[in-house]
């Protein structure tokens, strides 16, 4: 019965989960204690008897035990059948290209803060050299030219493709030029199947002298800020002085001289670490923007082991310190759900580990045991294509360099499809072995690109085994039984994005 899971809440309840079906169901003592005793002896359910179970301090009549078999028996199959699909081709990638919902330029390498945890500083490897290489004009309207031709092709099956432009940086409003290049570029290509947004990642430093600009082309903006002060101390800039009465006036200056376009167009996202705290940051931004900011753990992925240890000493955990808040239920279950890890998880187990959510009307019809993926790594340009400052063409801004789907340059752009569907699907299966004896391989989250994938022994971080998938279950179905309305705020409210 290895696709039965058994699982027990903090409050004494018990389930079990059916990996094939993705059903959960509450399940009484004397079957959970029958079917226990099943996996542990290794035999399947029909064979016990009540016999067998009086041994085991079980005593049941033949009719009760011949009524917990038969409810049973929709569930009960020998193995798991969740097959792993590790094949992709040169065309699913064509198709992705040209349905794509995001592009994002790094605009420059330069940066005029030099932020402590920054993934880009020596704490960290997986990423070129930086020597404060700038991104080609001509490069990046060549790719944009590219991307709208494919948008324009057979390949196509949007009637209209929305794309968003991000710029990155590095600190992007160093050049501006580009940005401003960039967008004016998108705008003459808008056609009535294709048009473009734009958004932005920057630190604020620079935005009082270009944000007019921005709020005339509705830009999404993206600003940085830790916290008062003292919570933002490790953004400094290079010569060590503090940028907070900067960032903070910056971005005053837009919420007072653009109240509509603040409230509409701009986040705040806040690194969370030694020096301030999820409820600091929170309040913060509440008292002084009316916002709560997204939050972020300094990463942890691509360290350097030389220098490992001085990083992890800057570095706290988000649901512990959540955990700690003086307010924590106002602040996170009122104010700011989306931000709790445990809201989280029980989001993305109802969506991908239930048969409880229909994404259309066809699969209500189509059987829900459909092939999964390995790992949770995003498909080539399904979720947002990434060209850095020198031309790398990436999945995304995370992935190291050395992953590189192809690269633009002002002549040409050079992506093989063959060869890329080709490397993808050898990382696949490459990690299949790991990923079928993995039972959370539906809702993975792990990026391949961060295992030891080259190596001939792949560690992954993700991997649960039977026992640790039943401990993962527990907290879900605890939280659920704690908070039964955030059941129905997941199904009704909340999507995935």
């Known amino acids: 019965m290895r696709n039965l899971i058994l699982s027990e809440s903090q409050n004494g309840n018990k ?53 917990i078999k038969s409810s049973f028996s929709k569930l009960y199959t020998n193995s798991r059948t969740d097959a792993l699909k590790t094949e992709i081709t040169g065309d699913i990638i064509k198709y992705y290209l040209s349905n794509f919902p995001q592009i994002v330029f790094e605009v420059t390498e330069k940066c005029n803060l030099d932020c402590k945890y920054c993934t880009y500083g020596d704490f960290y490897n997986g990423h070129d050299s930086r020597t404060n290489h700038n991104l080609n004009i001509e490069s990046a309207k060549r790719f944009l030219k590219y991307i709208y031709d494919f948008c324009n092709s057979s390949y196509s099956t949007s009637s209209k493709n929305i794309i968003n432009i991000g710029f990155y940086g590095g600190e992007p409003l160093i050049r501006f030029d580009f ?13 009535e199947n294709v048009t473009f947004q ?13 944000i007019d600009f921005l709020v005339q082309n509705n830009f999404k903006l993206l600003i940085s800020i830790d916290g008062d002060s003292n919570n933002h101390s490790y953004r400094v800039y290079k010569n060590g002085e503090s940028s907070f009465d900067d960032v903070y006036n910056n971005t005053l200056f837009v919420k007072n001289h653009y109240p509509d376009f603040f409230s509409n167009n701009v986040k705040l996202n806040s690194v969370l670490h030694n020096r301030n705290s999820v409820f600091e940051i929170n309040e913060f931004g509440k008292m002084n923007f009316g916002k709560n900011p997204m939050i972020a753990e300094i990463s942890t992925d691509g360290l350097r ?5 001085e990083l992890l000493s800057l570095f706290k ?11 924590y239920f106002r602040l996170f279950h009122k104010e700011n759900l989306s931000e709790v890890p445990d809201y989280k998880e029980a989001m993305y187990f109802i969506y991908n580990l ?27 340009f399904a979720r947002k294509i990434f060209i850095t400052a020198t031309g790398k063409i990436l999945p995304c801004e995370n992935v190291p360099h050395k992953f590189a789907f192809g690269s633009v340059s002002k002549d040409d752009i050079n992506i093989n499809f063959g060869k890329l569907a080709q490397t993808y699907n050898m990382y696949l299966s490459k990690i299949k072995g790991i990923c079928s004896n993995c039972y959370r391989v539906a809702n993975c989250s792990q990026c391949m690109y961060y295992l030891n994938i080259n190596d001939e022994h792949i560690n992954c971080y993700g991997f649960m085994n039977k026992k640790e998938f039943s401990k993962y279950l527990c907290g879900i179905i605890t939280y659920l039984e704690n908070n039964p309305k955030i059941f129905w705020k997941i199904i009704n409210e909340t999507s995935l994005s």
């Open 15 to 67: 389930y079990v989960y059916d990996i094939n079906q993705k059903l959960l169901r509450n399940i009484d003592d004397v079957s959970y204690h029958i079917v226990r005793l099943a996996q542990e002896n290794q035999i399947q359910l029909g064979q016990i008897n009540t016999l067998f179970l009086k041994t085991n301090n079980i005593v049941i009549s033949d009719n009760e035990l011949e009524r």
């Open 317 to 327: 955990n988000k649901n512990e310190d959540l955990k700690q808040s003086e307010d």
């Open 198 to 210: 734009f958004s932005m990642t920057t630190n604020a430093t620079l935005l009082n002298k270009h």
């Open 179 to 191: 940005i401003k290049s960039i967008t004016l570029y998108a705008k003459e290509l808008e056609q």
């Open 354 to 380: 239930s048969n409880l959510i229909y994404f259309n009307y066809s699969q209500l019809f189509l059987n829900q045991n459909k092939a999964v993926k390995p790992t949770g790594t995003c498909l080539p």
């Open 305 to 309: 082991e030389d220098r490992k240890t």
